[in-house]
């Protein structure tokens, strides 16, 4: 069965270091989107993205934020200067249509610690 | 606004007991509901989908009912497994919003004792 994948894992960086997470999503998905989990707490939404563009952004999505798909494959998150609080788990999620019904395929995340 | 009630954690139960973990929601018009689990160290998984009133979602055993009159998705098993243990997430995705962001609830963890 298909499924989205995330790299790293794990990734510690220090407070101020840019940081880039990946993602593959499902291949025939169009519709891509990145979460997070602070520790303890609940999933948040970060941004939604189609066809190259962001079409929607959380307040939490600042201008340390930004999201790419530099190939027909890869779909990353940069965080231009970490901060301790941004220290989350994040999940990838894509899928194939933009409707309530459909069902988004989340990723097995990565756990971001900032030091 | 729309948002999503979960009960608090966490659940203990005994293997093969009942279990419900209570989920309401707030929505503009009639959202799709999901059931994730998240396993210790792993992802989010979907376990159950229902797209509209009266909807049953179902699998590996657990059942949720889409109520509108109530607005709640309540998650049930009828004989739990210490392999059910894990943290359950109940969530919405808004129709005719313009939005398609998923509303997550707070989680709620289980704990199920052999």
């Known amino acids: 069965e298909p499924e989205v994948t995330q790299t790293p894992s794990h990734q510690v960086t220090q407070m101020g270091q840019e940081v880039i997470l990946r993602c593959v999503p499902i291949?025939?998905?169009?519709?891509f989107y990145w979460y997070r989990q602070i520790l303890g707490q609940k999933v948040e939404f970060l941004v939604s993205?189609?066809?190259?563009?962001?079409?929607?952004k959380s307040e939490i999505f600042d201008d340390q934020f930004s999201v790419e798909r530099p190939d027909g494959s890869n779909f990353t998150l940069k965080i231009r200067s970490t901060k301790l609080e941004d220290s989350a788990m994040y999940f990838c999620?894509?899928?194939?249509?933009?409707?309530?019904?459909?069902?988004?395929?989340f990723g097995p995340g990565t756990r971001l610690t900032v030091t | 606004g729309n948002s999503v009630t979960q009960m608090e954690g966490p659940v203990t139960l005994s293997e093969e007991a009942f279990l419900t973990i209570n989920c309401t929601y707030t929505?503009?018009?009639?959202?799709?509901l999901f059931w994730y689990v998240q396993y210790p160290g792993e992802g989010l998984q979907l376990l159950l989908k229902?797209?509209?009133?009266?909807d049953k979602g179902s699998n590996k055993g657990f059942e949720a009912t889409y109520r509108k009159e109530t607005t709640s998705f309540h998650l049930e098993k009828g004989s739990v497994q210490v392999s059910d243990s894990a943290v359950y997430f109940c969530?919405?995705?808004?129709?005719?919003?313009?939005?398609?962001?998923?509303?997550f609830g707070t989680g709620t963890r289980l704990k199920v004792l052999a």
């Open positions: 999620a894509s899928t194939t249509r933009q409707e309530s019904s459909y069902e988004q395929y």
């Open positions: 993205f189609y066809n190259n563009e962001i079409s929607e």
């Open positions: 229902a797209t509209k009133a009266d």
């Open positions: 929505a503009t018009g009639y959202p799709s």
């Open positions: 291949s025939n998905h169009l519709y």
């Open positions: 969530a919405l995705a808004p129709r005719g919003s313009g939005t398609y962001k998923y509303i």
